[in-house]
């Protein structure tokens, strides 16, 4: 017995054409981006995939990757739940300047640290800034105390996790065909905790946009294998640009 579960992070979003740090900001999809989401519908579609329900943030770029998707492949009609901990990780005080005007204020080496380590946190945003999400209309249900005001790998985990665990992961146990829409951090999050990845080698994986990475699992829900659908060479391009958004110009 084996299952088989589709992550796939956001077409490129306005805000990664102009390499800011975006997090719990909300910008849509840009044309290229909306471009990769259809993309990658087709090749699914192509390769004979299909979906019984699909997973998604409360942030507009992966919903709308999340509706290209399912376009493309006529799956419209099939439920698709939002969660909060499926949004990407919160980037506190970063979020709105450019990586590389910050890898030139900073240093390189201190922007792939807020980038890329494992549990240390950016800076956070003052409880006052109104970009607090306790100040958002679409967090108001939740309870005040756990809504971020920045968020480290180790923390975004603590919430990706539980939610795969006793969510998506019931939906898969029961035979449901499982995609799940999210975000760079929020995928390595999950794919940290499927492949044990340990806490050095996770600094070292990057996701490209708008590329499907197929999951097979094994009865415990152990990978067995994965891969992104698509043209390698392009794929790998793609995970280099990400790894070196961070650059100084
Ligand atoms: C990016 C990831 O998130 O940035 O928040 O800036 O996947 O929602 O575009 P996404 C952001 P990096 O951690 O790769 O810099």
Redesign the pocket.
């Known amino acids: 017995m084996s299952y088989k579960i589709v992550l796939i ?2 077409g490129e ?1 306005e805000w ?1 054409l102009k390499n800011l ?3 719990w900001s909300d910008p849509d999809l840009s044309e290229t981006g909306h471009k990769e989401a259809k993309l990658g519908g087709q090749l699914l579609k192509k390769d004979g995939f299909t979906f019984d329900i699909a997973y998604t943030s409360f942030l507009k ?1 992966a919903i709308h990757t999340c509706n290209h998707v399912l376009e493309e492949m006529e799956l419209e009609w099939i439920p698709v739940v939002k969660n909060w901990r499926l949004n ?1 990780r919160h ?1 506190g005080a970063l979020q709105g300047l450019n ?1 590389s005007e910050t890898a030139a204020k900073y240093g390189e080496d201190q922007v792939k640290i807020w ?1 890329r380590s494992f549990d240390i946190t950016p800076p956070a945003l003052e409880a006052d800034d109104p970009r607090n999400p306790q100040k958002e209309a679409k967090y108001a249900n939740e309870d005040p105390k756990i809504l971020p005001l920045t968020e480290s790998l180790k923390i975004t985990i603590d919430r990706v996790v539980p939610y795969w665990e006793n969510v998506i992961k019931k939906d898969v146990a029961a035979g449901k065909k499982v995609l799940i829409a999210a ?3 929020s995928l390595r999050a999950l794919v940290k905790y499927l492949d044990n990845i340990s806490d050095d080698e996770i600094t070292g994986l990057n996701i490209p946009t708008g590329v499907p990475l197929v999951y097979t699992l094994d009865d415990n829900f152990k990978p067995i294998e994965h891969h992104y659908l698509g043209d390698q060479d392009a794929i790998n391009a793609k995970i280099n640009a ?1 790894k070196n ?2 650059a100084k110009k």
């Open positions: 992070r956001h979003s990664n740090f975006t997090g770029r990407e980037y990586k980038r975000h760079g951090n990400v958004q961070g």
